[in-house]
């Protein structure tokens, strides 16, 4: 493994520094084995006392050091046992660490080929009790961000050197090249996403993605504990996060447990013979996600799914190998521990062995029980997602996975918005996906979106006109207001559009204004034209009613929804006394409509205040919808 950001004395630090320091560092271990280059690598690179599992793995990376012979005396901790699997040059090393156990620096005695030296490994004090990491609900909308394409801020220090790509001027134009975006430049821009409304920042990966080019995106591990250095740093990371946290907003993080880079040192040198599945790369997956809950399916076919290597670059981890899963789930519990993140996406789900997966979120609630992990489940179906949410009847093994992602949004929401409301099409096809609900083991916990970092954009193109914007406002108003928990693209609040199609680069362009040197600073009300300014207000008008004022609502209101009928959608979400109650006019044309059917949620008479007009709108026996119209209206 590669040696990273020097530490200095890892013992000081970390028990000078705490959880931060360790953090900070990501450090080489320290000791006279690692002088003697016995030991170059220990991961994780450092614990805590008081955990919940209290059986540690470590991972000790050097030449020949799996034949090492390896002792602890430390009170309140127990080497289990110590063993090499098919290389000589990594040795697993099990703790039992007992309640008794208390902060400071155990030394291993390491003796090895007639040489003998130490190594000092930090147990740290734990600084925030489990119940205070309550991740994320459908009380929260998640703004997805690309760091390499979202904003720069030049960095105090010098740019890394050791990377075998880097961002120049020139790779702003190409769309797989890396365009400079990185953490503090996200930093920079908080109290603009605070302002828009949004609760949660979900971030694509920012682990280090050491590869020769095109993984900009951040889906090509190299190291798991290091922050990719053209992003910043494992401090810059952890100071995000708490700047995040002083303005409100939750940070999740991206993680990775199907594949890593090709470039990852395992490649080269891998622990086990089995660590990677179909390690001569020949195998790669048929992306027929079907296969794994096909009552019928062949061998072959399952294989190929879920053991075959996602791309030639992302070579696919084993597993059921029981050292790679315990390695994973420590990794997720070190940075959820370390850094204070409030929620995990982990990517490609059902392309990992599913009943290894399961004991990842198992672990990880039974330490953070109030934490939430969403998995990418891509489906075109509500079935094939349901099938993966803990609970779920449909599914003969539990998955112990709480949130799944909603991508029938993603596939039909376009269309849907844009047709013309009639018996079969328009908002009947979204009002037809919401009554399929009762396959979710709880709806609640479903991600939905209109597009991501992965997908089309939703808009095809860039509106021209405000009265061009009437489905994307319908679509915004849905994605906010109904079941679920919403996440919106970096850019949609700007009207960003564009295709994959050529490239997924066009769907991940930069926001003007957030690199030196652009013309226009959309982040600025200045730098947006009318129409964004007008798409700008819509959202986050919406975004901050629903964080200020309808939060609770919002995510633990019940849903009733009324069949779309002469192009009217209605739906009312009810908590108690308060309720809020949506009708879209799902044609181009005016509408005007008995409202006799919906007199159970909106009887004659009485007068609500519409969020998205400002104005206090009476229910008449008859009323007519402008084209398009959007109303939100609020009984509190």
């Given at each position: ?279 001569d790369g020949k195998t790669l997956t048929n992306f027929r996600l079907t ?20 791309v030639p670059d992302m070579p696919d981890l084993n597993q059921r190998n ?315």
């Open positions: 493994m590669k040696k990273i950001e020097k530490a200095g004395a890892l013992v000081l630090a970390g028990l000078i520094g705490g959880t931060s320091a360790c953090m900070a560092l990501s450090p080489e271990p320290a000791g006279s084995a690692v002088k003697k280059g016995m030991v170059t690598n220990v991961e994780p690179p450092c614990w805590w006392t008081g955990m919940a599992n209290d059986t540690l793995q470590l991972l000790m990376t050097g030449p020949g050091v799996g034949n090492a012979d390896v002792s602890l005396d430390y009170p309140g901790v127990t080497l289990d046992r110590q063993f090499k699997l098919d290389s000589p040059n990594y040795k697993f090393v099990y703790l039992v660490i007992s309640g008794d156990a208390r902060p400071g620096t155990m030394k291993f005695n390491i003796s090895l080929d007639g040489k003998k030296g130490t190594l000092d490994y930090t147990l740290l004090a734990r600084d925030r009790d489990r119940s205070e990491y309550k991740g994320f609900d459908a009380g929260d909308v998640l703004y997805l961000i690309m760091p390499d394409r979202f904003a720069r801020k030049e960095p105090a220090g010098k740019r890394p050197k050791n990377t075998l790509e880097h961002a120049t001027v020139d790779d702003r134009q190409n769309p797989n090249g890396r365009h400079g975006g990185n953490i503090a430049g996200i930093g920079e821009h908080l109290d603009y996403l605070d302002t828009l409304g949004v609760t949660a920042l979900w971030l694509t990966p920012v682990l280090e993605n050491d590869m020769p080019g095109g993984s900009y995106h951040g889906y090509a591990t190299t190291d798991y504990y290091r922050i990719d250095p053209r992003f910043g740093t494992n401090d810059d990371w952890r100071r995000l996060i708490a700047d995040a946290h002083a303005k409100g907003l939750k940070v999740v993080m991206d993680m990775i447990f199907n594949h890593t880079g090709s470039n990852h040192p395992w490649m080269k040198d891998a622990p086990a013979a089995d660590w990677y599945n179909h390690p296969t794994v809950h096909d009552p019928y399916v062949s061998d072959y076919d399952l294989d190929h799914t879920v053991n075959g290597w996602f029981p050292e790679v899963m315990k390695y994973l789930i420590q990794n997720s519990i070190w940075w959820i521990e370390s850094s204070k993140i409030d929620g995990i996406r982990m990517d490609t789900y059902p392309y990992a062995d599913m009943e290894a997966m399961a004991t990842w979120p198992r672990d990880v609630l039974r330490e953070y029980p109030d934490f939430n992990i969403v998995g990418e489940c891509w489906y075109s179906n509500e079935a094939g997602s349901a099938f993966w949410q803990k609970g779920n009847r449909l599914n003969p093994r539990e998955t112990n996975l709480p949130t799944v992602m909603d991508f029938w949004m993603v596939i039909n929401g376009r269309k849907a918005f844009n047709d013309q409301t009639n018996p079969w099409t328009g908002l009947n096809a979204v009002y037809d996906h919401l009554s399929n609900d009762f396959l979710f083991a709880d709806p609640q916990h479903v991600l939905t979106f209109l597009d991501n970092h992965d997908t089309d954009r939703f808009l095809a193109e860039t509106p021209e006109k405000a009265e061009e914007l009437g489905p994307w406002k319908q679509a915004v108003a849905f994605l906010l207001t109904s079941r679920g928990i919403p996440q919106i693209y970096y850019g949609t609040e700007l009207l960003m559009s564009g295709s994959k199609e050529g490239s997924d680069g066009y769907v991940r362009r930069d926001v003007p204004g957030g690199f030196a040197g652009d013309e226009m600073n959309a982040f600025t009300r200045e730098g947006r034209s009318e129409v964004q300014n007008d798409a700008y207000d819509f959202l986050s008008n919406l975004l901050r009613w629903r964080r200020d004022k309808a939060r609770d609502v919002m995510a633990k209101g019940s849903l009733k929804h009324f069949m779309p009928q002469n192009g009217i959608y209605a739906y009312q979400r009810k908590l108690g006394d308060k309720e809020v109650i949506v009708l879209l006019n799902g044609n181009d044309t005016p509408n005007t409509v008995t409202m006799e059917r919906t007199l159970e949620v909106l009887p004659y008479g009485t007068t609500l205040h519409d969020v998205v007009s400002g104005k206090d709108i009476t229910i008449e026996p008859e009323m007519t919808f402008a084209p398009r119209q959007v109303m939100v209206l609020e009984n509190f």
